[in-house]
Every structure is written in C-alpha cells, then in structure tokens.
C-alpha cells in the first residue's frame, strides 16, 4: 500500500447566524455574543420550558431565500420545519429545530477561482435554517471540572449551508468558504466575524487512492472558526488518515475536534447518521408555502456579487486584476468607490490610486474600516479634483486627508483656512528658490561640480521653504533652468 498515492476527498457545512433583530422562533434580541451578561435575552421558548412554543421568525426566511438565490439554488415551494433530537447541555429541549426533507433552499452551486487560475464549480446540496444552540464554557482543572451555559445564543437563526463532497483539496475548500463569507457579508444577512463565532465551519473528510471515485468512510471536524483554522485541521486529519490506511488500519466514522495548542485533531465522539437523530415534523410548527412572489421580490433586492463588480470594475472601468480584486472584496468599499468615481468625473484610476493607497494606508494605521471614514464620496472627489487641478499639492492633499477622514469636514476649506492653496505663480516661486540657493552654496557648487543627485535634495529645500505649497512641476522647471544658468 505505500506505493499508492491517496488523494482527499471534502465537503463544507457553513452554519451562519443570521443579522435578524430577534431570534428564529421567539421574540428575544438577538445581541453580540462578546457583550451583554450571560442569559439575560432568553425566554420560556428559547431555554425549552414546557408549553412554550415556537413562532416562525419571517425575516429569518427571507434572510435564508436571499443566500439561496446568491447560491443559484432552488427553492421549495412547500417546506417545513423538523426535530432533530439529541442530546447536549448547549440544547435545553433535548432537540434541536432544524429542516431535515424540502430544505428552503437546495440544488445550487458557487463558482470558486483559485490561486493557480482555474475555476470550479463546488455543488451546493442545501441551505437549511434551524436555531443555534447555547454557549458552552469549559473550565477545567484542579478545582476546577464543569462546564458554564450562555443561553444568550440559543434559538438564535442559523443557516447551514452543506455542500456535495466535491473539493479535491484544502486550498478549495478555504477559497470556497471565503467566497462564501463575502456573499453573506454582500447581502447584508452576516457580518463573517469568525473569531465571535456568527460562522463557523464543519468539514467531513474522507480519502481514496488517486483516480479512484468511491467515497470512502468520512470523519467530520467539528466548530472551526477561522480560514487558518480550516486549513490546518482538514490538512492534518487528511495526513492522519493517510498514514492509517497504508498502515492497514480502519478509518473510524467519528465527529473530532482542533486542538490548536497540540496542532492535531481528537475524537469526540462517534459520528451520528441521520436516522441517530430520529427526525420527525415539528408538531407546533405546521408546513408552510413559500409564494413565487416573495421569491421574485426577494430576487430584485440581491445586489451585484464581488465577482460580477470585480469583472465590470475591469471591463467598465479599466482597472487592473488587482485594482478590481482590492476594490470589490467589501461591499461598502465598492460602493464609496463607485461614488467618488462618478462625482471626480475623470479617470478611475485615478480615484483608485487613492483609494488603494492613501485611504487603505490611513485605515489600516488606525485600525479602521470604511464605515469610520466621515469623508463623503463627493468630498473625497472634490480633493482629488483640486489636486488635479493644481490647486493643492499632493502632499499637502495627502495631510489634509488624513484629518477630514475622521471629522468629515470639507477638504476645501480646510485648504483654505490653512493656507495650503498652491503656488504657482512663477515670480513667487523663483523668489523662494533664489533665496534656497543663495542659503545653501555648497550644495549648489557641488551641483555645479557634477554631483546632479544634489538637484533632488535642492528640490526638496525649496518645497520646505514654501511650506509645501509651491506646485513641484513649476519647483522642478525653474530650478533646473536657475541651475543650468548659473552652469553656463
């Protein structure tokens, strides 16, 4: 067996939590899990007391429909809800709410591009929606051997989307859940934080030898909460399989778990089928009817995707692979950017090098995203006209950006209340460098002498000495005619 080459076999299943205000079948809020103390938005529905029952929450559906049509599935006209029983202290009722038979959404794909250029198109089996569970906090140790109960997030709405077994390696896999992450944070219905725990994944790995088709027994690795994270489990538990087999060892069906600090994956229990669940229709909650005409609302409400904006910004607008691809990753830096672009009028480009590099610098010194900057879009395209223009230097434009980003204020009055209007009047700035010269002989002779790289430092004297205000085209013009003079 070891002269045989084993290639993987995956699938994904997303579960998202949903951005509704309440949860999926009470009216409890739906808060941050990184704030608010330990159960205190929960209910008689949530925590599973007797009698209590449960409502459908309507925007969760519509949430749920809009990430189906995004995935190009379809969608049941008739589907209900299901128990799925098992037991869990994260599950007070003993079972959880989901969608077992005529899932919402089912039979879709995503296309996934990856590094090495190529595209596949990944299987998308359903998108389901069912209630998360509770927090669980583990603590362990010599006094300490129990485990605490969050019900905060309990019967908050989640979407799992399961995908077929049709990724070949790690690298697709994590393309696709990045692909994943920015269709749910384009349409508004997930903010992809992964490290607060609003979308996790779970991979079911199997192996085979290379060429082969069957699938072969799967493991699953349960709650990995990062791309890092995905990759390095599903890489080492594709390594540990591996090594059994050509060992002669049997693969075990088993649910397992990451434990980053030893970098290796551990069993947590048996690996459950369907039929271990024992699903049967949630008897409070009676099939309903999904109206074409919700769905066709619901379609009209679905923005461009990034990979449809990524492509026009290059067709359109004739930004490079790169310029596009930074441009479009997030839906609110697209959008800022479009609008300045209409409001500058001239060249995208333009308005793109400044996005790509002084916005992004700025933002990322302060650790902030789009959403922080105060700076309207016409704001931002009025500053970059005036540079344009010539009626403000770059740098200067560049010093005033980076306090109107976060106060909002007009660039161009800031401009002008500082003074930073540019000079450009010949007389003016002949002037300024006669007196650089004048201050500053020796490197002037050592100019005159054939050290030319002292022109640079020259340069920057003068623009010193109008306080960054001189225009650098009219700076560089009449000091190489001043120098050439005195040369002759």
Known sequence: MSGVRYEPVLGLEIHAELMTATKMFCACPVIDPLSGDPNTAICPVCTGLP?????????????????????????????????????????????QISQFDNPVCH????????????????????????????????????????????????SVPLLEIVTEPDFASVEEAVA??????????????????????????????????????ELNTRTEIKNLNSFGTLEAAATREIAR?????????????????????????????????????R??????????????????????????????KRARFMTELGLSAYDAGVLSVERPVAEYFEAAVQAFGGSPKTVANWMTG?????????????????????????????????????????????????TGEDPAAVIKARGLEAVSDAGEIAAIIAGVLAANQTQVQQYLGGKETVFNSLFGLVMKASKGKASPDVVRQLLTERLAALRG
């Open 51 to 95: 009698g209590a029952l449960p409502v459908i929450n309507q925007t969760a559906l519509e949430m749920a429909i809009k990430v189906g049509l995004a995935l190009n599935c379809s969608i049941h006209e008739t589907t209900w809800f299901a128990r799925k029983n098992y037991f869990y202290p994260d599950l007070p009722k003993g079972y």
């Open 107 to 154: 039979d879709g794909y995503v296309d996934v591009e990856l590094k090495d250029g190529r595209t596949r198109r990944i299987r998308v089996r359903r998108a389901h929606l069912e209630e998360d569970t509770a927090k669980l906090t583990h603590l362990e140790g010599a006094s300490k051997d129990y485990s605490l109960a969050d019900y905060n997030r309990s």
């Open 176 to 213: 696709f859940g990045t692909k994943i992450r920015s269709i749910l944070r384009y349409l508004g219905v997930n903010t992809g934080d992964m490290e607060k725990g609003v979308l996790r994944f779970e991979a079911n790995i199997s192996v085979r030898p290379k060429g082969t088709t």
């Open 241 to 277: 399989q591996i090594d059994l087999v050509r060992a002669g060892k049997t693969i075990r069906q088993a649910t397992l778990g990451w434990d980053a600090d030893k970098g290796d994956v551990y069993s947590m229990r048996r690996k459950e089928d369907a039929h271990d669940y």
């Open 279 to 308: 699903y049967f229709p949630e008897p409070d909650l009676p099939p309903f009817k999904v109206a074409r005409a919700l769905v066709e609302k619901i379609r009209a409400t679905v923005p461009e995707l990034e990979d449809a």
């Open 358 to 406: 002084e916005v992004f610098r700025l933002l990322k010194d302060k650790g902030l995203d789009i959403a922080a900057v105060k700076t309207t879009p016409e704001q931002f395209a009025a500053l970059i006209k005036l540079v344009e223009a010539k009626k403000v230097n770059a740098n200067s434009a560049k010093d005033v950006l980076k306090d109107v980003l976060a």
